[in-house]
């Protein structure tokens, strides 16, 4: 599909899979060679998509500081900094959140009726409001708004539930997983694909495009194959 972003999901997750505790708290568990290769995944994108609860945990969100990266956004036209778009269908943060202090453009997609709070105020530069049923999010046709805004490459930096959802709808290209040497176990710990799941039957077939070891750290890059690319 042509008409929407190219979306790659960026994660890090611990050796049982686990992208936090079950506590859900921040996790902390990546190393600095984690944190420069997120850094430098997000310098090639134009947007970086988010749910609320991602937002909730950190309260900030991953910005370019490095000057090499940001020369080449330059030499390529981007924008200093990608859009930084926040998924809230109740449209309910805190605008005290540090979030709301970084020198990022940012962005709110909800869905009708939620964005009044933030109408006539400065913290996002752009609104969306998402086509919805039953308060589930069109993202197919929200994808097709993003292009049409000029959004060509998102990355997309969880939680589970907003990938389950765009999962759904056969729209992530990419994954880059990092996996960590840490195990904290919880059955009711989140993963990088939350929703309800799928049989065996359905689930998404990846191929390995790229692995990478950095100390103790392992990077590993997919891509998803299409439905087109799954029938054969």
Not at 20 to 44: C, I, K, N, T, W
Not at 54 to 62: C, E, I, N
Not at 115 to 132: G, H, M, V, Y
């Amino acid at each position: 599909m042509s008409n929407r972003p190219h979306a790659t999901v960026i994660l890090g997750m611990t050796a049982d899979g686990k992208i936090a505790d079950y506590q859900s708290s921040p996790a902390r568990f990546g190393s600095v060679h984690d944190q420069h290769h997120l850094e430098q995944q997000v310098s090639l994108v134009d947007g970086v998509l988010f749910g609320a609860g991602t937002l909730r945990a950190y309260g900030t969100t991953m910005s370019v500081t490095n000057p090499i990266l940001l020369q080449k956004r330059k030499m390529r036209s981007q924008f200093p900094q990608p859009v930084q778009i926040v998924v809230s269908a109740s449209g309910d943060l805190d605008p005290q959140w540090r979030f709301f202090q970084q020198p990022v453009p940012r962005w709110l997609i909800t869905i009708p009726g939620h964005d009044s709070k933030w109408q006539n105020k400065t913290e996002f530069e752009r609104i969306l409001i998402a086509p919805e049923s039953n308060l589930i999010i069109d993202w197919t046709k929200t994808f097709q708004q993003l292009a049409e805004l000029g959004l060509n490459k998102l990355a997309i930096l969880g939680g589970g539930e907003l990938v389950a959802s765009l999962l759904a709808e056969d729209l992530i290209d990419e994954l880059w997983l990092t996996l960590c040497p840490v195990i904290l176990g919880g059955k009711s710990a989140p993963t990088p694909v939350g929703g309800t799941g799928l049989i065996q039957s359905q689930g998404k077939q990846l191929q390995l495009l790229e692995v990478k070891q950095i100390e103790q750290e392992l990077f590993l890059h997919y891509r998803v194959d299409s439905v087109d690319q799954q029938l054969y």
